[in-house]
């Protein structure tokens, strides 16, 4: 089946660093990639959408300078929390689409997420 | 915009009970439907899926839904729940508008005792 991977799968840093974060399709190539966040008991929120090699999509509320969103081939997606602060803290979640033939289009394959704590 | 509600946020039961989770959606055109699961520790897990068709749904580890057009509703049903079961579930929806990102619903935490 598919697999997406997170990497890493969790990260301690101090407020105001840049934490990087990679999203990889590991047997299959992601025309699209999402990146969700979620916080605790509560369910996961979609920051932005990201297609191989065009700018991210952004939510309402999401600050793209913030939250760098970097799809630079068919199998890799970064997301970059820069300036973190404590509120940034959270887990984040990608998911990614594949091509068709395979892979439905129309259904996500999640990563395992990664868990940021910001001091 | 569409959004998406499931109304039971924590849920306890025995093993061997039946289990039904509501998922009820706010859009008027077309939706896919998905149910998600996410074990402790792990990662999201599709258990289901409804795009066209049978509106009965069987998923993985005897899981099924039903996607009800009238009500909006796409329940999640099992008749014999297992300790293993234990885990928070996500109801989502795509809706055919071109935005191909999920729009979940608040999960519901699934407790079975043994």
């Known amino acids: 089946g598919a697999v997406v991977s997170q990497h890493p799968s969790r990260v301690i840093c101090k407020s105001g660093t840049s934490v990087k974060i990679e999203c990889r399709s590991l047997?299959?190539?992601?025309?699209?990639m999402f990146w969700y966040r979620q916080f605790p008991k509560q369910s996961l929120m979609l920051m932005a959408t990201?297609?191989?090699?065009?700018?991210?999509?952004?939510e309402q509320g999401v600050e793209k300078d913030k939250f760098l969103i970097n799809h630079a081939s068919l199998t890799l997606s970064t997301l970059t929390v820069t300036s973190a602060h404590p509120e940034d803290s959270s887990f984040y979640i990608c998911?990614?689409?594949?091509?068709?033939?395979?892979?439905?289009?129309?259904?996500?394959?999640f990563g395992p997420g990664t868990r940021l704590t910001v001091l | 915009a569409q959004s998406v509600s499931q109304h039971n946020h924590h849920v306890i039961l025995s093993e061997a009970a039946s289990l039904e989770l509501g998922c009820n959606y706010s859009?008027?055109?077309?939706?896919?439907l998905f149910w998600y699961v996410q074990y402790p520790g792990q990662h999201l897990q599709l258990l289901l899926k409804?795009?066209?068709?049978?509106?009965l749904v069987k998923g993985i580890k005897g899981f099924e839904a039903e996607f009800i057009k009238s009500k909006f509703s796409f329940n999640l049903r099992k008749p014999s729940v297992q300790w293993s079961d234990t885990a928070e579930y996500f109801c989502?929806?795509?809706?055919?508008?071109?935005?191909?990102?999920?729009?979940f619903g608040s999960g519901t935490r699934l407790q079975v005792q043994p």
């Open positions: 998911s990614a689409i594949g091509l068709a033939g395979g892979f439905r289009p129309d259904t996500q394959y």
């Open positions: 047997d299959f190539q992601a025309t699209t």
């Open positions: 990201s297609n191989e090699g065009s700018k991210a999509t952004y």
């Open positions: 859009y008027g055109g077309t939706v896919n």
């Open positions: 409804y795009f066209s068709g049978d509106p």
């Open positions: 989502a929806v795509i809706t055919h508008t071109g935005r191909r990102a999920l729009t």
